[in-house]
T-cell receptor, first 113, second 113 residues
């Protein structure tokens, strides 16, 4: 298996623009997680899905953030409008079962200028 | 409130010696713990886990120890190799059925040849 695939790897955008990050989880995994890593806050969970259904979005920082999982093989994280403080590395991860280890993608480095 | 703490931001160890990375937690409901390793520009990679019903789990050169009464876990790497140089994160699951992982802030391990 190719592992968790995220795109794009790098994104530079201007403040106020919409940003969409994409993720393809490992086939057969039933959990999908979106994380954000910053120097100040480390690695924090934003939202996770089980069988394509959002379970907990309490980590989503603001209404500007939204995530969808239209099917078992694809998820998006959207920021609209983007702000400079959203600059971070965003990771997608998937797992099999609730106690399964999270398998992470390579991340998307987002820079908002 | 940092529920999972890695108080040493960095650690340097001579090649061939033992590396010991420490992690403390405050939430007594945590009952499943994992260690991840992260290289620059890559996502974290699962290393080893331990359930609260055990106090030790071993996998090759990696051993995780859990002291529930002290709310402390540690990762031992022996012998340390140059390829072990990375950032190590500990993570914890709350009580059964809760899929949210809480990560520590990481310890950067450098193996000196």
């Amino acid at each position: 298996d190719a592992g968790v695939i995220q795109s794009p790897r790098h994104e530079v955008t201007e403040m106020g623009q919409e940003v969409t990050l994409r993720c393809k989880p490992i086939s057969g995994h039933d959990y999908l997680f979106w994380y954000r890593q910053t120097m100040m806050r480390g690695l924090e969970l934003l939202i996770y899905f089980n069988n394509n259904v959002p379970i907990d979005d309490s980590g989503m920082p603001e209404d500007r953030f939204s995530a969808k999982m239209p099917n078992a093989s694809f998820s998006t994280l959207k920021i609209q409008p983007s702000e400079p403080r959203d600059s971070a590395v965003y990771f997608c991860a998937s797992s099999l079962g609730w106690q399964g280890a999270n398998y992470f993608g390579q991340g998307t480095r987002l820079t908002v200028v | 409130d940092q529920q999972v703490k890695q108080n040493s931001p960095s650690l340097s160890v001579q090649e061939g010696r033992i590396s010991i990375l420490n992690c403390d937690y405050t939430n007594s409901m945590f009952d499943y713990f994992l260690w991840y390793k992260k290289y620059p520009a890559e996502g974290p990679t699962f290393l080893i886990s331990i359930s609260s019903i055990k106090d030790k789990n071993e996998d090759g050169r990696f051993t995780v120890f859990l002291n529930k009464s002290a709310k402390h876990l540690s990762l031992h790497i022996v012998p340390s190799q140059p390829g072990d140089s990375a950032v190590y994160f500990c993570a914890a699951h709350p009580n059964f059925g809760n899929e949210k992982l809480t990560f520590g802030t990481g310890t950067r391990l450098t193996i000196i040849p």
